[in-house]
């Protein structure tokens, strides 16, 4: 799988979990180049407390594109410190 925003490469991996209908990618699987840490948080019931990285390529800012969850509720565990994306980043085959 791999995630895609503004024509490169943010992750890829073979080991992908599916959760929710998103694929979270090992943290070892993406080009830190592009992330930067963010501020925001929100909470799942189920999940815990998620936590974002904004994108940066070339100076154009994807703001909370990524997410995951540092500390997930044990439901969770799986996909601790896996990164999944929205906000217009494309993950494919």
Not at 52 to 71: C, H, P, T, V
Not at 76 to 87: C, G, L, P, Q, T
Request: charged letters at 25%.
């Amino acid at each position: 799988m791999k995630a895609l925003w503004n024509g490169r490469v943010l992750a890829e991996s073979d080991n992908t979990v599916v959760v929710d209908n998103n694929h979270y990618f090992p943290r070892e699987s993406l080009n830190m180049d592009y992330f930067q840490p963010s501020d925001k948080t929100t909470v799942c019931g189920w999940k815990g407390t998620a936590n974002y990285f904004s994108i940066n390529i070339d100076g154009e800012l994807n703001q909370d594109a990524a997410w995951y969850y540092a500390a997930p509720k044990e439901a969770a565990a799986e996909i601790k410190d896996s990164v999944a994306f929205w906000r217009g980043v494309e993950v494919t085959e």
